[in-house]
């Protein structure tokens, strides 16, 4: 059964960092690319970074490139989303998925086996 378990949200004062991990099972990242999304309220959900099967290819979205970094630990079979100079507009639920490439990365209908999830609120 392939599943994605994210963690590492929490509360953080605008300025701070927080690594997310998604921890992959069922499955090694070998063969999926994984993508970072987040929703807000009210909000649709959006693609924010995504890296490739091989690891060499990464890609962000405008608005955290520079300030979000995307990795993975194959032998941990688990992907980071180390995140610096957060601003209250990054408050959001954060999600992850699997596709086969990062080509649509913005696009969520084309990633699956999603995560539950985890909050990040970056507030003073």
């Known amino acids: 059964q392939l599943q994605l378990v994210e963690s590492g949200g929490g509360l953080v004062q605008p300025g701070g960092s927080l690594r997310l991990s998604c921890a992959a099972s069922?499955?090694?990242?070998?063969?999926?690319?994984i993508g970072w999304f987040r929703q807000a309220p009210g909000r649709e959900r959006e693609g924010v970074s995504c890296?490739?099967?091989?690891?060499?290819?990464?890609n962000y979205a405008d608005s955290v490139k520079g300030r979000f970094t995307i990795s993975r630990d194959i032998a941990k079979n688990t992907v980071y989303l180390q995140m610096n100079s957060l601003k209250p507009d990054d408050t959001a639920v954060y999600y992850c998925?699997?596709?086969?490439?990062?080509?649509?990365?913005?696009?969520?209908?084309?990633?699956?086996?999603w995560g539950q999830g985890t909050q990040v609120t970056v507030s003073s």
């Open positions: 069922g499955f090694t990242l070998d063969y999926s690319a």
């Open positions: 998925a699997g596709s086969r490439t990062c080509r649509d990365y913005r696009n969520y209908l084309a990633f699956g086996s």
């Open positions: 890296i490739s099967s091989s690891g060499t290819t990464t």
